[in-house]
């Protein structure tokens, strides 16, 4: 699928998210196999901070002027709110357990975050970034890119 310049730093960073997420979701109910796919996906979300931050203040507020007469717009926004709560709501809801429980993470919560994380770089890919594509300016594009991390950018983008 071709991408506009600017949005393809943050497709890249989607990759990453789209492996951990599917092998996340074939997790055994094995203690170690547990561990380590709910350390790999929690600390994949929390390095992307910066891109939801992006997608929380640049996108969805380029995007909101738009949402009144544009259904679609207005779906895709409440479709991001929505699970980028769902994310971090999974996760505090495991981080908040006492002590004595905070190891005991199940592979239903392993499965379950996989399968919010896998949906939502999906929805990203197929509904968000189109909409922003559609009716973002070039300005605003840019600057999405200029927020992008230097580190996921490539010094050969044509941009």
């Known amino acids: 699928m071709k991408r506009a310049a600017q949005l393809q730093p943050l497709s ?57 007469s544009k259904p679609e717009v207005a779906s895709v926004l409440n479709t991001l709110d929505a699970q980028h709560k769902s994310l971090h709501a999974l996760m505090a809801e495991v981080q908040d357990l006492p002590q004595s429980q905070s190891n005991h993470v199940t592979v239903g919560q392993v499965k ?25 300016t070039t300005e605003e594009l840019e600057a999405i890119y200029d927020a992008s991390p230097d580190s996921i950018k490539r010094s050969d983008e044509n941009r």
């Open 12 to 68: 890249r960073q989607h990759h990453l998210g789209l492996n951990l997420s599917r092998h996340a979701k074939e997790c055994a109910d094995e203690p170690n196999a547990i561990a380590e796919h709910w350390l790999n996906i929690t600390s994949y979300i929390n390095e992307m901070q910066q891109h939801f931050q992006i997608e929380d203040n640049l996108m969805a507020h380029a995007l909101q002027p738009h949402s009144s």
């Open 112 to 136: 379950e975050l996989a399968t919010l994380l896998y949906d939502h770089i999906r929805f990203e890919e197929r509904e968000l970034f189109p909409i922003v594509e559609r009716y973002l």
